[in-house]
């Protein structure tokens, strides 16, 4: 179900996901609103309520204690909302309101209450106010009251200041606040609305400018991209266009190369035709019988050694899957190997090894063929010696024919480049193949004092 759910996400267009995640986010919210604000909202206008009646009491004891006792009257009409009242007792102990005594007995039970509390101040220590010290307050509240809180506090031992706040303002106080997060509320929610849009509009845009460009690609036309943008798009859209181009570049020279192979199989074809017809005639096109079966072998060598080439060029990637990290091969043994099988083309040529035992990863037939193709390639370019060098970290063939032209180095290992004899040989790339597959580095550099050097190198 999990997964299903999952699925049914991808299938929306980055819109719809943003519309999805907008009211999940508002509907989230709606819910805590209502639930945790607003069953926490009486506690939070209780709190502040108390906290205006303290601020108002504290402000009346200190012009009580530091001011004029007649300015009391004139700070009581700072704040409508809150009316205070000042209780003193005469000589017989009996309280009296000095200020709104008429205003407060409209109220009975909160008058009661107030009353009550200050005549049993004497007797009773543990009482609500005989456990008040000066300037210490205690606070009531009476739901459905004309003043739902109030507040007592002892200013002398024969003097208190009753504050009790109306319950109007509490009711202004709750709709005021609740109005506030839901404006609070709306403008972060559109806010966050309109940046998603923003954000998205603007990840769309690219994304359906490299849409637009795959689209005329697969159907074969041209096509031109251009993104401006350094962040991770800009590089997916950077590398289309290099792959597009790297892609172009191969299918061209593939074409190339094609035309060139199939020539150079048609000339051993043609040869072996020919000279097969003429012996079958009774002629010998090269002198002897001999010496012509000889030409008809060695083009069939020719023939078969570039067949070979292509066979192994698709299935070299078949050989690497089937290695693992497990397997190495003793490149020493390969390398004598290929030596003795290799040094007879051109004998003239001085193969000096100093090689010693070292494992390398991968299969050892791939090796082979690697270390094969580097050899003949050697043989075919060197004019008095070959040096095989061989340790842990390395392997190095170096011949002293003519030097790499520096413009072909960079590409001498891509498939399909044209060697600097101008062919096709397809023997370079096999062996990066190889080389890449086993996470080496295959390099190629010409030698100041003359000659070409190949490295695999085995921690690149």
């Not at 991770?232 to 060139?260: P, R, S």
């Not at 000889?294 to 299935?315: C, G, H, P, T, W």
């Not at 413009?407 to 193949?433: C, H, N």
Request: with cysteine; charged share 25%.
């Amino acid at each position: 179900m999990e997964k299903n759910n999952r699925l049914w996400v991808k299938r929306l267009s980055l819109s719809q996901q943003l519309i999805v995640l907008i009211v999940c986010f508002v509907s989230f919210f709606a819910v805590f609103f209502f639930i945790f604000i607003n069953s926490n909202v009486n506690n939070y206008t209780e709190e502040q309520m108390f906290t205006q009646l303290s601020e108002t009491q504290d402000n009346l004891s200190y012009i009580y204690h530091a001011v004029d006792v007649d300015s009391i009257q004139l700070a009581q009409n700072d704040n409508r909302m809150i009316d205070s009242y000042f209780f003193k007792r005469d000589a017989e102990g009996v309280f009296h309101v000095e200020y709104h005594a008429d205003d407060l007995k409209d109220d009975k039970r909160i008058y009661a209450d107030v009353y009550n509390n200050l005549l049993i101040q004497d007797k009773i220590q543990q009482g609500p106010l005989g456990a008040l010290y000066h300037d210490e307050s205690i606070a009531h509240v009476y739901p459905g009251s004309k003043y739902t809180y109030y507040s007592i506090r002892i200013l002398e031992d024969d003097v208190v200041v009753v504050s009790l706040l109306n319950n109007a303002y509490i009711n202004d106080f709750k709709s005021t606040f609740v109005e506030n997060v839901i404006d609070i509320t709306v403008f972060v929610v559109g806010l966050f609305f309109v940046i998603m849009m923003l954000w998205v509009g603007n990840i769309i845009r690219p994304l359906h400018v490299i849409k637009n460009y795959i689209d005329r690609i697969r159907v074969g036309k041209e096509a031109t991209m251009k993104v401006n943008r350094k962040d991770e798009i800009g590089e997916v859209a950077d590398a289309l266009v290099t792959m597009h181009d790297e892609l172009a570049k191969q299918e061209k020279t593939k074409e190339e190369m094609i035309h060139n192979i199939s020539h150079d199989l048609k000339t051993p074809i043609a040869t072996i035709k020919s000279y097969g017809e003429s012996i079958k005639d009774g002629i010998y096109p090269y002198d002897t019988l001999e010496k012509s079966v000889d030409v008809i072998i060695d083009n069939a060598n020719r023939l078969e050694k570039k067949v070979r080439s292509l066979l192994f060029m698709n299935r070299v990637e078949y050989i690497l899957s089937q290695d693992s990290d497990e397997v190495v091969t003793d490149m020493r043994d390969v390398v004598d190997t290929v030596v003795l099988n290799t040094k007879v083309i051109r004998p003239e040529i001085e193969i000096e090894k100093n090689t010693v035992s070292s494992l390398f990863r991968g299969n050892e037939e791939a090796w082979r063929v690697c270390v094969e193709n580097l050899l003949e390639n050697a043989l075919r370019y060197a004019k008095t010696q070959i040096v095989i060098t061989l340790d842990e970290d390395q392997l190095c063939i170096y011949n002293d024919g003519d030097q790499i032209p520096e413009e072909i180095l960079p590409t001498l290992f891509k498939p399909y480049e044209k060697g600097r004899d101008g062919q096709f040989g397809l023997g370079l790339s096999i062996v990066y193949k190889v080389v890449a597959a086993a996470n080496y580095t295959v390099v190629a550099e010409n030698v100041e004092t003359g000659g070409v050097i190949f490295k695999i190198i085995k921690e690149s």
